[in-house]
């Protein structure tokens, strides 16, 4: 955990197209979670982890800012390209930036802190990039 500004603040990145909290599916009266946000929940903690060193913020306030850089698609022309590149575009599809979000915290539960309700402070931007990912900046509130 680095120190900034006398505040503990980590930051990691999860490799990879960024991917939304799905939806609960329902065998008969019985809820679970779809295998791809069990994965990609996975490979939130295994980046954490592996990043930070497990360190953890207790039951402090926490502010998280996020940055989701999505592919940019195969079929897209040489100028817009550049102009994907350059922030002139912005990808404007799913997964929304709420599912985002609550894919992270909720895959920190318990690791990063006790519960994703001491997240008082959250942004998250999306640009594109030539290699997609998130990366997540998070610190102690005071």
Partial sequence: MLKFNGKQTVRFVIPGKPCGKGRPRFTGRIAYTPRGTV????????????????SNFGNAPIAMHVTAYYPIPKST????????????????????????????????????YHDDAQIVRFTLLKYYAESPRVEVCMWEVN
Wanted: charged share 25%.
């Fill in 39 to 54: 994965s990609y929940e996975n490979l939130v903690k295994l980046a954490y982890c592996n990043d930070t060193n497990g």
């Fill in 77 to 112: 022309s040489k100028a817009n390209r550049a102009k994907m590149l350059c922030n002139e575009i912005y990808p404007t599809k799913k997964p929304d930036f709420d599912n985002i979000g609550k894919i992270i915290t909720d895959a920190l539960n318990g690791i990063a």
